[in-house]
């Protein structure tokens, strides 16, 4: 059985990425990030998601980016509330125009390299994340150019890179699963290119435990979502096309 | 004055990219590392080289590698002595044939991604690295296709790569100093294609002071180098060609 590396944050799009790897038939180790983020929450989500799943092995790393700054979601700086998100439909949304302060630098490279050091170490060469390009807030690292561009970086990066074959390009394209070279290591988004709705119906169809997850950037007394932050907003838009119940606001 | 991010370990090559960049006229900042290193008298070094080249700021970044494991540099395993480093003339060295156990998983991709988030945070578009791909342990992410690729990766990364002008692929030539695209990230390696000859000799025309630093994966009591793993066969290699005594054998 394969092993994977699966980035597990907690909130919605990581789960339904969880689900979607188990089920493609992977033995998944959830790596989670304690990172200095206000919505401290999203770790006891992300606790009860494994559980619920049951992932062989929870990694928790702490890395506190608060010395370096410059985002809203690790400095006392006002979480932006409801936002023009821009228009989406279930076939092709449009995202926002402008990076919102919420953006944390480099998020997801750092997230990225520490997964492969996780993966190299723990014998694995599949890494997933649950970046989605359609209805999100407009960070640069969640497209599917820069999920290529680190495909690529982590097979010159690493001993299972280097003892693949070498000098070719390496693709990470998500429709065809791994990467058809042995041993080469593959980043998996499998929800790059789907809508919020996309992403419930799929974590529908997987059986994922919506009311384990949290999403708010911004929670309020009890953890109970703001629903009125980036998060919230796009959530509620994902559950209200799928025709679905939103199980936090039950 | 153009600023930017320097990883300093306190060893000989980050030294020499320090007082290369500042030659270069960039105001630098440098940045080490804390990731549970057995080798922790280089934080020590850096602190003195960072304090005898003036630096503006210097950032010490915590991260426990060792929660992954994997590498003599992080864990009780032995760190090799004499080993074979392969044949080397100035001209053009040979590395080794196999990654040695000192190699620390993905350990430049996450150094250069947190390097990354800080030169987002502080303004700075110029990181250097001092990676050096002819004398060296042979690591994979010692490699000039290595540093390539981080680079596209870190224009496609972040908000100053998005704003800056997009799609074309970008360059991390050391010789062509910075990229050639306004606000476009650079990856400086400007040891890259040096020997240790070479980097002795810059080092001693931009008068680094070769006594601060520390180059040894396993020093003995005191700090004192052991003269038999790869880094210290590799500076002594280094002084011999240069025709030069190392102050630390002094």
């Known amino acids: 059985m394969n092993r994977a590396i699966v980035l597990l944050s907690g909130g919605m799009d990581s789960a339904v990425t969880l689900a979607y790897m188990q089920r493609s038939g992977f033995d998944c180790i959830a790596l989670s990030f304690d990172y200095g983020q206000r919505h401290r929450v999203e770790l006891e989500a992300a606790d009860r998601v494994a559980t619920s799943r049951g992932v062989r092995e929870r990694v928790v790393q702490h890395i506190d980016l608060r010395a370096f700054g410059g985002s809203a979601l690790t400095q006392e700086i006002a979480v932006p509330k409801d936002r023009d998100l821009g228009g989406t439909t279930e076939i092709n949304g449009v995202g926002p125009s402008e990076i919102p302060i919420t953006y944390v630098p480099a998020r997801n490279t750092i997230f990225l390299a520490l997964a492969l050091a996780c993966a190299e170490v723990r014998s694995a060469r599949d890494i997933a994340i649950g970046v989605n390009a359609v209805d999100y807030s407009g960070y640069p690292d969640c497209r599917p150019e820069f999920i290529e561009a680190f495909a690529r970086l982590a ?31 593959c980043i998996h988004a499998p929800l790059q290119r789907l809508t919020k709705v996309g992403i419930v119906r799929l974590g529908l169809e997987l059986k994922v435990d919506f009311a384990l997850t949290s999403s708010c950037y911004d929670p309020l007394a009890g953890g109970r979502p703001c629903q009125h932050c980036d998060a919230c907003v796009l959530r509620a838009r994902g559950f209200a096309g799928a025709g679905a119940a939103d199980p936090l606001l039950g």
């Not at 394209?173 to 990467?179: E, H, M, T």
């Open 155 to 185: 097979n010159l990066a690493t001993r299972a890179g280097v003892e693949s074959a070498q000098g070719e390009a390496v693709g990470s394209d998500p429709a065809r699963g791994r990467d058809s070279r042995r041993g080469a290591i």
